[in-house]
């Protein structure tokens, strides 16, 4: 982040703007709705701003800035057309440690002012540093038509119930899972239809009925899929967000372990090749362990929990101990590769069937259905194949596969470090040799890959 967001509280403080145009007069309307006593100092106000001044809006000074204009203010905005006075008020005020603003200067800012999304008390603040303010402006208004305008009514619904809440339920655990239960639910939705006086009456019910000593834990094994965030589900989003401890593996990018909720606890258990973080047993128990202690434990695992991910280990053991949990599936790394390199799986032309096996070594060996693999027209998928590339492409070679057969390995697939090796399976293995390859990786051999030239769509910067 090259800035830290924050809310600051200038209700009834004096706050600078230097300059009397338009620019400045729409800082002075957003200041004022905050509650701030404004002055503007400037040789010569433009027509918005005097009728501000003369509406006793706001207290104005004409003449060029001084530092002293700066005395008792909580911050200060340039807003003029002369870049010596926007320098000059940046200059002073970094003297006084007082935050400012210079209107499209990022560099002379030590604040900037966001686009907002105002459903008072709730407000949405986006910024892009000052890079894209277009973009800013757009995405603002995309939020503008996702978020009802009763937020702000709900919000004040609830801050009307917060000490009664703390009163009825002594931990921060179980007044969390009430709020979730009132803000997701039937409250929220009569305060959204506008049945406000409805809505108390149901927020009061669940309070009085509510049991404040049942607190169940749950686990969500979700699949996060190959990389990109926007791969995601949309309950793997919701659940992601409201999970109290988190165990994830190495295959999570920062990218997508950033959306889970703030506050969560975070646990790496990631596995690598004869490098185990935890072993299965551990983590089984982990699980079991903080579900039990009545939190709701995510267990985020790359691609699809079901495909190569162990995870129908992990929700026997849940099963076994009588733990409640969901599953959410994940775009498997074979799809979501496969179609970001522009390789179809199966194609009329090519391939009518696909099959998944995962490369892992076994004693400098791999313990695979050779027979069933060679097969015509189809495709085969190895995950985890890396270590191993030589071994494969030998023994599909030898097993009666052609060495001329098309192959392809995908590094990091779906990421913006995406790449694609593109040879045979008697020339991958001197590429991948010549070449620093960096996991996650996926194998696909078969004449699928031909189509890789022409239908490669994605390129990353």
């Known amino acids: 982040m090259d800035f830290f967001p924050i809310f600051l509280h200038i209700k ?21 709705r905050a509650g701030a006593e404004v002055r503007v100092v400037a040789p010569a106000l433009g027509e918005k701003l005097t009728a501000l001044a003369g509406q006793h809006k706001m207290a104005q000074r004409s003449g060029r800035f001084e530092p002293a204009d700066l005395e008792g203010c909580a911050l200060v905005i340039a807003a003029t057309d002369d870049n010596a006075v926007n320098r000059a008020v940046h200059a002073a005020a970094l003297q006084k440690n007082i935050p400012v ?26 910024s892009s540093g000052g890079a894209a303010p277009v973009l800013t402006r757009l995405l603002r208004a995309r939020l503008e038509t996702l978020i009802p305008a009763a937020y702000g009514s709900l919000a004040v619904l609830a801050a009307r119930f917060r000490e009664k809440v703390k009163q009825r339920f002594a931990h921060s ?25 409805a809505a108390e009456a149901a927020l009061r019910a669940a309070l009085e009925s509510a049991d404040a000593a049942v607190v169940t834990g749950e686990v969500y094994l979700v699949g996060a899929g190959p990389g990109d965030p926007d791969l995601l589900t949309f309950r793997a989003l919701r659940l992601m967000q409201q999970a109290d401890v988190v165990l994830y593996d190495r295959l999570i990018p920062d990218a997508i372990l950033n959306l889970v909720r703030a506050d ?31 939190k709701r434990v995510l267990r985020l695992k790359g691609g699809d929990p079901f495909i190569f991910g162990r995870g129908g280990e992990e929700i026997a053991t849940l099963a076994e101990e009588g733990i409640p949990f969901q599953v959410v599936p ?64 030998r023994e599909l070679i ?64």
């Open 330 to 393: 994940g775009i498997t790394a074979a799809s979501g590769c496969a179609a970001y390199a522009g390789i179809p799986l199966t194609h009329r032309d090519y391939a009518q069937s696909c099959v998944f096996v995962t490369g892992q070594l076994q004693d400098g060996g791999m313990d695979l259905n050779w027979a069933g693999l060679i097969q015509p027209q189809q495709t085969i998928v190895v995950y985890m194949g890396l270590a191993g590339v030589d071994v494969l492409c």
């Open 264 to 294: 969560a606890e975070r646990i790496y258990v990631g596995k690598r090749r004869s490098e185990h973080a935890l072993r299965q047993e551990m983590i089984n128990q982990l699980l079991v362990q903080h579900a039990k202690a009545g």
């Open 101 to 126: 603003n210079v209107v499209d200067d990022p560099a002379l800012c030590s604040f900037i002012m966001p686009a907002i999304v105002d459903r008072s008390p709730v407000l949405i603040a986006v």
């Open 12 to 32: 009834g403080k004096p706050c600078l703007i230097v300059g009397g145009g338009d620019v400045a007069a729409r800082k002075a309307l957003q200041l004022l």
């Open 173 to 197: 655990e179980q007044r969390r899972r009430f709020w979730e239960g009132i803000l997701q639910g039937p409250v929220a939705e009569r305060v959204f239809a506008g049945q406000e006086q």
């Open 398 to 461: 030898a097993h009666g596969l052609p060495a001329a057969t098309p192959s392809a390995l995908i590094e990091r697939g779906t990421t913006p470090h995406q790449r694609v090796l593109v040879g045979t399976l008697g020339t991958l293995p001197e590429i991948i040799d010549h070449t620093e390859v960096h996991a996650p990786t996926l194998i696909i051999v078969g004449d699928v890959v031909r189509l890789h030239d022409t239908l490669a769509w994605f390129h990353p910067i």
